[in-house]
Structure formats: structure tokens, C-alpha cells
């Protein structure tokens, strides 16, 4: 009789008196203390709520963990979780990774970084017009450092060294254009100016730099500095058949011929 | 050869030989090696045509000819005739470097396949003074002074010679009675200019000789050779190293490359140290030979006077730079590296011409990171998954990017695979230099029948020309003249300039996208050497 009595108690009033206890008391608290409390909860049930309290993963769990962890059946779960959200305990996030997957975190804490997608991401879309405006940012920044460089006149070398900048002062110079409104670490500038080395537009050089000095990771520096490319575009690209979407499709006397070729016709009365 | 390559031989053969050396040509790189009556036989051409074209084929080193099996066979230089499309920049590298002699030398060369010293300059000299004004003429011994330059600095050689023929047995067969001549392979005296006694002036061609026909120009020629003394160079025919000359294009593209990067003192100085190195250096080498900085100041040019510390430091710029042209080891400068970067930044222009800057970013980045899952791929390019994963496939159905599986499990589930992207630079290059084949094939083809729309209208043009040249000559008035240019019409004159404008436009072109071939070519070639 027991037993029947305490399996419709509630799971979510257990949890929520050890919660509360827990914050009565901020040194943290004994399972005496939680058995003085709730005389009439049974210890398994105890211990199962505590477990499953602690044994969250960066502080989220996922729907399923939470069954799997805690062996209540899923009608159970689903009741005790809506439960929760809507005496505002818990709430859940969408992750980034997998829209579908709901994943439940304690109301107070802010989500992290790998679920949410980080400062690029903004609910759980990618922000490419922002990463675009960033790219262009940095790389006019790095251009003009390069230009005022190459206009002082002085001794090549010193004029290659002033026309580096470190990642640091790119950091520096995005904090004080403000147009993030997203906090930005000097990782993420990094990232955007990786980018910017895909783009062919800036290239990179590690230095050793002293412990201590501004912007220095582990005793290193990264420096970035804006480049011209080494080639114009090429011969091949010039003609309309470096461009031609049917180029595979084209042999003299077929339907598309050089002959007849509508893209030649155009670029020649060009 | 391939499909590509032998309808551009076949094309260009078709241009510059007539079409009899055509067909002979593309059945010889069709089939390989064949006897003389093979090749009669097979093309149902006469025998005499068929010798003819032959003669013509070897006379402008496109055929070779060794002894095979039953007889002499004959093979075609697929390579060397493709090299025909470079001719003219050719000609403008040696009008660059030596001038017009050197330019019309050259440009003689190339005409003629095999020429004698003397015979060059001869033509050269009458070709030159007739474009200069009335009363001078060029004197034989500027003509000299340009072909021997050409000479000490490799741009011409000489052909081989027919070596002893050696010991062969007797064939059972009678029909080889004479051993096959073979061409002398290592020639010790290659770039040595023969004694010869030339002394004169170039003759000027009289005005009324063109409007008569060739004919009597060349019989004239032929008695002026006759009569004048012989020169004493016969047997000694020279020929264009087409080695050399590319060698000189992938100096130019890697100083232009450095200019483009950093600025023109330092692609001075990768020029002079290029310079020096030029005649000690075989041309498929990968390093050239070490230089000290001391030489490279003592052979800068005048006019760049910088001081000795200012050209150690733009050295030392130089080798930190990461496109990495200069290796200051004991190797000297490193071609090959250079010539893949070049290749590379080509790969580059075209993924982004053709598929849009993103995709060309994804493509350095796959370039720089050589293997990549999809994940990879958009996180560090920072392009949203959806957009990454068209570009992705658009580059992979282009064939510029290959996929590699990486099974977890012996029963490669999709699932449980890895698949990573990745470019391989080499069978990219060897594709997109099958695509610069085709490329170049179908501008001529366009060009030809853009000539063959129009040609009731050349010829109407052409005629209405002679007419009035002949008018002009025989001294009309000018009432005649404005009469007679009035027979082409305004709208056919503007036709007439629009099929101008544009058979200028293809063959720019064709010149550009052989300077796509040169590259890829280059770097093929040098990637195949140092394998």
C-alpha cells in the first residue's frame, strides 16, 4: 500500500524539495537531511531524482538521456518535464546541430556555445550577412594598414613589418567599429580572418612573442597582413568557353557547335 | 594524344599546311608509326602527294623517321605541332629582346622550318630594307650581329646533322640498300656560328615587282643566289629552340608573379638572379644554380641602384615569403615550386571565374587542408550548411574536387563512413588543359567559319582593292577613285568591320588561353620530372 501511495507522488515534488534544500542550505546538504525531510519518500526514489540531477552533461540533458538514466516510463517523464517548464525550472533549447532535438537546461544558466552555434549563430540561424560585414571589415582594415605601408617609402623590411597586424589589434579595431552587438573574442576574429586566407586576400605568419605582451597565446602571435594575388585571371577564363555551361555538350556539328554557339555570338559583339 | 589534342593538330595543320599535310598528319597521330605506303594506302592519297607532305612535315621537324621492322617508318610529333600556336609570342619575345632583325630572323625561322645563316639574313636584310625609307637599306652585318646574339644566348640551334651511319647488317630484304639516316643526338657544337663571308647590302624589292606575281620575284631571287658567291655555311641549317624560349615564359610569368605580389625592385632582382642563371641551366631542371648575393648586386642593372644592405633585405623578404619562390639553401631557386604555385593560383582563377568567389574559397581552403568532411568545410569557411553543400556538389560534379571514402566498418555502411573532399592538383591540371584544348579548337573552328560566312564579301572587298591600287599606279583621278570605293556599301563596310573586329577578338584569345596551356603544361611536365 505503501509503495502505491509513493509511486503517485509526484517525482517532480521530490526534485523539488531537494532543490529547495539546496538552496537553504548553500554549503550543500546530507542525505540525512533530505530523509528528515521527506520521511515518506523512499530512498530509491531519492537517490534516483539526486542522480539524475547531477548527472547532467554541461549542465543539459536530453529527453531521452533523462529516461534512459532514470527508468520512468515516458508518459512519466514527459508530465514531470512539462511540469517543470511551466513552473519556469527548466526550459528547453533547440540545438543547432539537430533542429528536431529538444535538450533541457536550468532556466537560469545560458546556453553553451556548442549548442547554440556560438556568437555566428543568432536562434539558431547562421548569420552570413553579419560574417560577410565582418570579412569585409577586416579585410579593408589589413588593406589600408598595407597601403600606408607600402606609401611610407621606407626600408623594405621595416615596410613589410608595419604592414603585418596582429590579431589583437584586428580585435581591437571590430570592438571599436561597434557593429556587433554580440560580444567577440579574439577566436572568433581569428576565424573570420582564417577566412580571409581562404579568400587568397591576406596570408599569415606565426612569431614567437614573450609571455605577457598583449594579445600573445601560449608564446605566440599570429600576424595577418592583406596581399595582392600573384596572377590575374587566366587566359582560359577570357574565352567564353572557360565559362560555358555546356562545354561537354559542344562538337562541331552537333546541336551546340562553335559555329553556332550563342555565348561566342554575344561576346564577340561585345 | 587525345581526342582534343589531335583535332587541334588537325586543325592547325589544316591552317598553316593545306589539307593534304592535314590528313596525312592527323592519320600518322591517329595510328602511330607507319611505312610510307601504309600511309599512301590507308589515306588513298597518291604516293607523290603523300612524299610530298612528308617532306614538309619533316621539314619543319614536326615527323621524325626511324628504321622499323620491314622499312622506314614515319611518326608524327604530336607536342611540336601544337607549339605552332605559340609562334607568334615567339616572335614577339624576340622582337622584345633584339629588335626587328631579331623579330624577322625569328619569324623566318619558324616560316621555313630549316634555314642556312646566310640565306636568313639575306631575306632578313631585303625584308627590312624594304619597310625603311627610300635610299637606305640595312647592311649585313647589323642582321649578323642580331642572329649571332640569338645564338649565344641559346634562342637558336642548330639542327642535327646526319650521323655515320653505322655498321647495319644487310637486310634480307633489297628495298633499304642505304642505312636510314639518323639524326646525331648529342651536338657538341650546337651553338657555334659558322665562319661565313657575308658582305653587302639588303636589296630593295622594286615596287613594280609585286603587282607582277611571285614568280618573277623568286626566279629573281634564285639567279641573285646563284650569282652571288657562295657562303660557305652549307649543310649548317638552323632551327628555333623552342626550349629556350619557354624557358624565357616561365621566367617572365614568375617575375610578373613577383611584381604582382610585392613590388617591382624585388621582381627586378628575381629577374637579374633568373638572368644569370639562364644559359647554366637545363631546362627541365628543378633548381637553378646557387648565386651569392655579392654577384647578383655586381649584375643588377644601373638604373635600380640600391644599396648592399637594401638588397640583403629585400633577399631575406624573399625567402620568408610563403609563396616560397627562393630557397636560399644551396639549391638556388626552386622552378618547380614556383611553376605549382603559378599552376595553382591558375586552379584558383578558374573555380572562381566559373563557380563564384565562395566556392573558390572552399576550393584554397581544400587546397591548403588537402582532406575535409562536410562539417570541416563549412565551419572553416563560415558559409551556411545548405549553400556549402551545393557548392560542394557543383564542384564535384565539375570533377575539381574528389571524394574519399573511410570506412569504420568492413561493410562500408553509409552511415558508419567517413567522407572527406579533396583536390588533387595534378589530374586537375592535366583536365583543365584537355578544356584549354578543346577551348583553343573551337575558337579557330569559329573563326574559320566566321571567314567562310563572309567570304563572297572578301572577295568583293579584295577585288574592289585591286582595282584600286591599279588606279592609283596608272595615276586616275579622283572622281574614279571615290567611284570605285563606292561600290561597297556602307552596310557591307560595316560588316566587313565587325568580321575584322572579330576574327581579332579569337585570335587574342587563342593567344591568351595559350598562355593557360604554356602554364599547366609547365608544371605538368616539371611534376613528371621530379617523380
Known amino acids: 500500500m505503501a509503495e502505491v501511495k509513493v509511486k503517485q507522488e509526484s517525482t517532480v515534488d521530490i526534485e523539488n524539495r531537494i532543490k529547495e534544500l539546496c538552496q537553504q542550505f548553500p554549503h550543500g546538504i546530507t542525505d540525512q ?123 623594405p623590411m621595416v615596410q613589410r613589418n608595419s604592414s603585418f597586424a596582429t590579431s589583437h589589434e584586428v580585435w581591437k579595431y571590430i570592438c571599436e567599429l561597434g557593429i556587433s552587438k554580440v560580444e567577440l573574442s579574439m577566436e572568433d576574429i581569428e576565424t573570420i580572418l582564417n577566412t580571409l586566407i581562404y579568400d587568397g586576400k591576406v596570408e599569415m605568419t606565426i612569431i614567437v612573442a614573450k609571455e605577457g605582451t598583449v594579445g600573445s597565446v601560449d608564446g605566440q602571435m599570429k600576424l ?35 559555329s553556332n554557339c550563342v555565348y561566342m555570338a554575344e561576346w564577340l559583339d561585345f | 594524344m587525345t581526342t582534343q589534342e589531335v583535332r587541334l593538330c588537325g586543325l592547325l595543320l589544316q591552317e598553316h599546311y593545306g589539307e593534304v599535310v592535314e590528313k596525312v598528319g592527323t592519320h600518322l597521330l591517329r595510328n602511330g608509326a607507319l611505312m610510307l605506303r601504309a600511309i599512301a594506302h590507308e589515306t588513298s592519297t597518291p604516293l607523290d602527294l603523300v612524299k610530298k607532305s612528308l617532306c614538309v612535315l619533316i621539314q619543319h621537324g614536326l615527323c621524325g623517321f626511324r628504321s622499323g621492322r620491314r622499312g622506314v617508318e614515319y611518326h608524327l610529333n604530336g607536342e611540336r605541332i601544337l607549339r605552332v600556336l605559340r609562334y607568334p609570342r615567339y616572335i614577339y619575345t624576340a622582337k622584345t629582346l633584339y629588335g626587328d632583325a631579331g623579330e624577322l630572323i625569328v619569324e623566318e625561322v619558324l616560316q621555313r622550318g630549316h634555314m642556312t645563316m646566310s640565306h636568313a639574313v639575306r631575306t632578313v636584310a631585303d625584308r627590312l630594307t624594304h619597310n625603311m625609307e627610300e635610299g637606305c637599306s640595312m647592311d649585313y652585318s647589323e642582321v649578323v650581329s642580331a642572329f649571332s646574339r640569338l645564338v649565344e644566348t641559346h634562342f637558336l640551334q642548330r639542327c642535327p646533322s646526319i650521323a655515320e651511319p653505322s655498321a647495319t647488317p644487310v637486310d634480307a630484304v633489297p628495298p633499304v640498300p642505304v642505312a636510314v639516316p639518323t639524326l646525331a643526338e648529342n651536338h657538341p657544337d650546337r651553338y657555334t656560328l659558322p665562319q661565313i663571308s657575308l658582305k653587302g647590302r639588303g636589296k630593295r624589292r622594286l615596287s613594280s615587282e609585286e603587282n607582277e606575281g611571285d614568280e618573277r620575284a623568286g626566279k629573281r631571287a634564285r639567279l641573285d643566289e646563284d650569282h652571288s658567291e657562295s657562303s660557305g655555311d652549307e649543310g649548317i641549317y638552323w632551327q628555333v629552340n623552342f626550349d629556350r624560349f619557354h624557358q624565357h615564359f616561365r621566367d617572365q610569368a614568375i617575375v610578373s608573379a613577383v611584381a604582382g605580389k610585392m613590388d617591382q625592385t624585388s621582381s627586378e632582382i628575381v629577374r637579374t638572379m633568373l638572368r644569370m642563371s639562364e644559359v647554366t641551366t637545363t631546362p627541365s631542371a628543378a633548381y637553378t644554380q646557387p648565386l651569392s648575393a655579392n654577384e647578383i648586386f655586381r649584375a643588377l642593372p644601373p638604373s635600380y641602384s640600391i644599396s648592399r644592405p637594401v638588397l640583403e633585405q629585400y633577399l631575406s623578404l624573399l625567402v620568408d615569403d610563403p609563396v616560397r619562390l627562393l630557397l636560399l639553401l644551396d639549391c638556388g631557386s626552386d622552378l618547380h615550386k614556383a611553376l605549382a604555385n603559378l599552376a595553382r593560383a591558375t586552379l584558383e582563377s578558374v573555380v572562381q571565374e566559373r563557380f563564384g568567389s565562395r566556392s573558390a574559397r572552399i576550393f584554397r581552403l581544400l587546397l591548403r587542408k588537402r582532406h575535409l568532411e562536410q562539417k570541416q568545410v563549412e565551419d572553416f569557411a563560415m558559409i551556411p550548411a545548405k549553400e556549402a553543400k551545393e557548392m560542394l556538389y557543383a564542384l564535384l560534379s565539375a570533377n575539381l574536387v574528389q571524394l574519399q571514402e573511410i570506412p569504420k566498418t568492413p561493410d562500408h555502411a553509409p552511415s558508419r563512413t567517413f567522407y572527406l573532399y579533396t583536390v588533387n592538383p595534378l589530374p586537375t591540371a592535366r583536365m583543365l588543359l584537355q578544356h584549354c584544348y578543346k577551348a583553343v579548337a573551337n575558337l579557330i573552328e569559329r573563326r574559320l567559319h ?17 582595282i584600286l591600287a591599279s588606279l592609283q599606279a596608272s595615276g586616275a583621278e579622283p572622281a574614279q577613285l571615290t567611284e570605285v570605293e563606292e561600290m561597297i556599301t556602307a552596310p557591307e563596310r560595316q560588316q566587313l568591320e565587325a568580321l575584322r573586329h572579330h576574327v581579332n577578338k579569337l585570335d587574342s584569345s587563342e593567344n591568351q588561353v595559350d598562355e593557360t596551356v604554356f602554364l599547366l603544361e609547365s608544371y605538368i611536365n616539371s611534376t613528371m620530372n621530379t617523380r
Open chain 1, 33 to 155: 537531511v533530505i530523509q528528515n525531510d521527506m520521511p515518506h519518500v523512499e530512498a530509491q526514489q531519492r537517490a534516483m531524482a539526486i542522480n539524475r540531477l547531477l548527472s547532467v552533461v554541461s549542465l543539459r540533458i536530453w529527453s531521452r538521456d533523462i529516461r534512459y538514466k532514470s527508468n520512468l516510463p515516458l508518459t512519466e517523464i514527459n508530465k514531470i518535464l512539462k511540469n517543470l517548464e511551466s513552473k519556469k525550472l527548466i526550459k528547453a533549447v533547440k540545438s543547432v546541430a539537430a533542429s528536431k532535438k529538444k535538450v533541457y537546461m536550468l532556466y537560469n544558466l545560458q546556453p553553451d556555445r556548442s549548442v547554440t552555434g556560438g556568437a555566428w549563430y543568432s536562434d539558431q540561424d547562421f548569420e552570413s550577412e553579419f560574417v560577410e560585414v565582418l570579412n569585409q571589415q577586416c579585410f579593408k582594415f589589413l588593406q589600408s594598414k598595407a597601403e600606408a605601408a607600402r606609401d611610407s617609402k621606407q626600408s
Open chain 1, 224 to 258: 595577418y597582413r592583406g596581399v595582392n594575388p600573384i596572377i590575374q585571371p587566366t587566359g582560359l577564363v577570357r574565352t567564353p568557353c572557360g565559362l560555358c555551361p555546356v562545354f561537354d555538350d559542344c562538337h562541331e556539328g552537333g546541336e551546340i557547335s562553335p
Open chain 2, 450 to 466: 566566321e571567314t567562310k560566312e563572309n567570304k563572297r564579301l572578301l572577295e568583293k572587298s579584295q577585288r574592289i582593292e585591286a
